[in-house]
């Protein structure tokens, strides 16, 4: 489980995050949702050990990230693209990362299945797009086989095929008991993947609670969503 409890972080006189408190729970696909700017990001790193809190807790299995004896085998993390050197192949990229984990190059291999791309495994990852970035990126924060997976806006920039494909995707890794925390600003894309969602408009959460309880009212979750967020006032 994936807790934070009232973090709170301050640059200078601005106000990033303010008491953020929510918890992302196994089996289940949890959307921190929320406009650019509204304080994702900083939030997912700070539970990382990116960056650190002015005051609150974000912690993984009740333990900060930074204290964890095996970080990688407790979460798995996506927060920006693949992370790969473009000038690597995808397979090379996959087994660096697996070696210094002390992870044989078996489950590379079946990881390229599991995402889709061994096709493409013995290419640069400079010739990849997007989605096959996206999908190494994966495979990546996956290696340890952990038991949480953090992604940052993993939809951004996807077609309409790679949509469909990390939505199925995520729900398979929910089904097999993990944890899954995933941020974003599209809502549209995730009404059929989440579970739960925690709205967050300028670094405060504006709500929480399952999809049905978030869209109440509301025909769909983009609705809720411009509706919490003040975003579709005047339109």
Do not use: C
Request: charged share 25%.
């Amino acid at each position: 489980m994936l807790t934070f409890n009232e973090v709170s972080k301050r640059r200078g006189a601005r106000d990033i995050l303010s008491e953020i408190s929510f918890q992302a729970k196994p089996g289940r696909v949890t959307g921190f949702l929320g406009p650019n700017g509204a304080g994702k990001s900083s939030t997912l790193r700070i539970l990382l050990g990116l960056d650190r809190a002015t005051s609150g807790t974000a912690l993984v299995d009740g333990q900060d990230f930074r204290k964890l004896r095996d970080p990688m085998r407790k979460v798995g993390a996506v927060l920006d693209g693949s992370g790969a050197h473009r000038s690597r192949t995808g397979r090379a990229h996959l087994r660096w990362v697996a070696r210094a984990a002390g992870i044989g190059d078996q489950r590379v291999d079946e990881l390229l299945e599991a995402v889709g791309i061994a096709d493409a495994a013995g290419k640069r990852v400079s010739t990849y797009s997007l989605g096959m970035g996206r999908r190494l990126g994966l495979a990546a924060a996956l290696l340890a086989d952990p038991e949480s997976l953090v992604l940052d806006e993993p939809v951004n920039g996807l077609d309409p095929e790679g949509i469909r494909w990390i939505r199925l995707f995520l729900r398979e890794q929910a089904e097999q008991g993990r944890t899954v925390l995933l941020s974003s600003h599209l809502m549209g894309e995730l009404a059929e993947t989440v579970d739960d969602v925690v709205v967050i408009r300028e670094g405060r959460i504006v709500a929480d609670g399952t999809l049905e309880e978030i869209t109440g009212d509301h025909p769909n979750l983009e609705s809720a969503f411009f509706a919490l967020t003040d975003e579709g006032r005047g339109a």
